[in-house]
């Protein structure tokens, strides 16, 4: 197959993997390997079936309807149901704006002095006049690119050395350790890796995909669409589930040769991280965290409002795409905007930026379970997927996540002191 055909598989869930690993994703895993060496690194192993499994179900309830999660709950569920979702699903993504959009200015200020606030404002605010005044089939690929970014977390690993064989040990090898500030941090990175607003996000792509592409129907009013889609999904979906993951894993092992070699076991943000990266990498593996940290927040800002917008437009039967002008969905764009400014705004309030960035895991990994189980229900239920309820492989690894999770959300509850 041509190179350009296969490159053109990959939108929705390439981006959506890339956003995974945000700026308060990268605190997160910088803690792990900083704190704990390669005791972690196991745990790419195992959410990454997981992540692509239920990251998949998502994209399908999209392609196959033809409407995001929102707009499935509100037609097949009690209306309840969805108001509680979506109301935490706004509250934790502005929470997760104003932790990233912070984390941004924070990079620019490392790399070239001046206010960390002015930059702040600056991020936010280019973030959100793209998402406003560029089309979607033009924007998508200002996201693919941005996702390159990513590969600074990659070229960090080879400015150091490393000793591989233990690395594989590390990883294939677990070794649990004992007290609650592992269980903690293997709960974060768990809950980091499985966000909920992943899941409205890729399935308002597909939905966004299908309006972008002439002659596309939702798959159940033109099933000889299926295969061709279905396949472009898996692929899609693998490398870009894939791409976070090994991401997520190249942060951890940064921090573990560099950090934690060096005795600085306490890493809060990412920004921190890459000061710390700074006497004991070098002056070149310290820009390339910090430009990464910039990248992947203006990566994952718009994931982050749009998925909240898609969710309330799709609760209040509002009008929403991203391809529509500004005067054709007021509703949506105004949630984008709110989001977006209010995450600007929280930077500038005496609020510990760690505790917000805690009770928005706390708020994601609650109600990702309740989503999880809704999704996997109305995957498997022929009312709403017609033909095309998932298979028995990809039913059993999308509960398996939902159990994990569960139980992650339950170890939280049980460390907090």
């Given amino acids: 197959m041509p190179k350009t055909s296969w490159l053109k598989k990959l939108g929705p869930g390439l981006i959506t993997g890339a956003a995974d690993d945000d700026p308060s994703g990268i605190a997160t895993y910088s803690q792990a390997g900083a704190q704990f060496g390669f005791g972690l690194l196991w745990m790419i192993l195992v959410t990454y079936p997981l ?5 998949t179900v998502s994209a399908r309830i999209g392609r196959v309807t033809g409407h995001g999660l929102a707009t499935n709950i509100r037609k097949h569920y009690p209306a309840w149901l969805l108001y509680f979702i979506v109301l935490l699903l706004l509250a934790a993504n502005t929470i997760n704006i104003a932790a990233d959009v912070s984390a941004m200015g924070d990079a620019a200020k490392l790399i070239v002095g001046g206010s960390a606030k002015v930059y702040t404002v600056i991020f936010g605010i280019v973030s959100l006049v793209l998402q406003i005044f560029v089309p979607y089939h033009r924007y998508v690929r200002v996201l ?35 007290g609650s500030d592992y269980i903690t941090v293997m709960v974060a990175v768990f809950g980091t890796t499985i966000s909920p607003y992943l899941f409205f996000w890729q399935a308002s792509e597909e939905v966004e995909e299908q ?5 596309a129907k939702p798959l159940i009013d033109a099933p000889d669409q299926a295969r061709s889609n279905f396949r472009r999904i898996k692929i899609d979906t693998a490398i870009g589930m894939g791409f976070s993951n090994l991401i997520a894993f190249f942060i951890m092992l940064t921090t573990a040769v560099t950090l934690h070699a060096q005795g600085v076991t306490d890493i809060q943000t990412s920004a921190q991280a890459a000061s710390a990266l700074r006497p004991v990498a070098g002056e070149f593996a310290f820009a390339l965290f910090s430009l990464g940290i910039i990248g992947t927040g203006l990566l994952a800002i718009p994931v982050l409002a749009g998925s909240a917008a898609y969710a309330m437009a799709g609760t209040f039967r509002w009008r929403n795409s991203l391809e529509l002008p500004p005067s054709q969905a007021k509703g949506f764009y105004s949630i984008i905007a709110v989001s977006t400014l209010i995450g600007i705004g929280i930077g500038f309030l005496p609020i510990d930026p760690i505790k917000a960035l805690f009770w928005s895991a706390v708020i994601n990994g609650v109600i990702s379970i309740p989503i999880m189980v809704v999704m996997m229900l109305m995957a498997g239920d022929r009312k709403v997927m017609g033909r095309f309820v998932i298979s028995s492989w990809l039913k059993w690894l999308g509960w398996a996540t939902a159990v994990f999770m569960a139980v992650a959300v339950a170890a939280m509850f049980w460390t907090m002191k």
């Avoid at 941005?146 to 590969?151: D, K, S």
């Avoid at 309006?211 to 002659?215: F, I, L, M, Q």
Wanted: charge should be neutral; proline fraction near 4%; charged fraction near 15%.
């Fill in 144 to 178: 693919k690119y941005l996702t390159l970014a990513l590969l600074a977390y990659v070229a960090v690993v080879f400015t150091v050395h490393i000793d591989w064989i233990e690395v594989a040990k590390g990883t294939l090898l677990p070794k649990l350790l004992d």
């Fill in 51 to 55: 992540m692509a499994a239920i990251q």
């Fill in 211 to 215: 309006h972008a592409t002439p002659g």
